[in-house]
């Protein structure tokens, strides 16, 4: 729903949509799980898209924290 939106140009009424989808998920999943991190890079994304980069970086930044923990530095699906 929340690309939806964005991609007709409200983002801003996708994040809250994006935003639950993440909660959920860390809560189900945990924050390491693959789903859990796709939802929060559809968030930094949608932030983005709203200019509100220093949110959308703290975001980003976990998510690479997180890849470089969970996926060794040689394997390639970090690499894509």
């Given at each position: 729903l929340a690309q939806t939106l964005d991609a007709l140009g409200v983002a801003a009424e996708g994040l809250p949509?994006?935003?639950?989808?993440?909660?959920?998920?860390?809560?189900?999943?945990g924050n390491d799980d693959l789903s859990t991190l796709e939802a929060q890079y559809e968030v930094a994304r949608l932030l983005i898209n709203l200019?509100?980069?220093?949110?959308?970086e703290a975001l980003l930044h976990d998510l690479l924290d997180r890849?470089?923990?969970?996926?060794?530095?040689?394997?390639?699906?970090?690499?894509?």
């Open positions: 949509h994006a935003q639950t989808a993440l909660e959920l998920r860390r809560k189900a999943r200019d509100r980069f220093v949110e959308a890849g470089k923990r969970l996926q060794p530095a040689s394997d390639d699906v970090l690499l894509h």
